[in-house]
């Protein structure tokens, strides 16, 4: 099967023939019979000098779908950036859930307050006794608290 990033098949990216199945060489078709052992050679040959020629290409159109595809993911998120000391609520998720709460209950907690930046994205929270929560919370679950 053809991979859709590289329209290429993988048999023939690596040999650059076309792969037949068992029932063309036991059963003989027309592409079959009319293949001899020169003209093959000569095709081989041939292939084979523009065979890296066309991995460089299935190279750039994986590339250009991975980068599609980031672009689109890119589009639908929402950066925020938060300082040391701003109020923020956090999303609740499954297992910081309380055990029978039901659906109703509020998908989000605190406030909480920001006390450091450990990396891009990523933040250490405490709450309005100054006690630090225990690991780190991503931008991801967290919305800015207005009073």
Known sequence: MAKSSTWETLFSLVYD???LIPVEVGEPTLRYL???EESNNE???INLELLE??????????AA??????????????????KVGDLVLRKVTQNTRELNAGKLTST?????????????GSYKLENHNRDKLPSNWNVAHLKKYYC
């Open 17 to 19: 023939a076309k792969a």
């Open 34 to 36: 009319q293949a001899s």
């Open 43 to 45: 095709a081989m040959l």
């Open 53 to 62: 020629e066309r991995r460089d290409l299935a190279h750039i159109r994986m």
């Open 65 to 82: 779908q991975k980068h599609r595809m980031e672009r689109c993911y890119n589009q639908r998120t929402n950066l925020r950036y938060f």
């Open 108 to 120: 989000l907690e605190g406030p909480y307050r920001i006390s450091a930046i450990t990396s891009k």
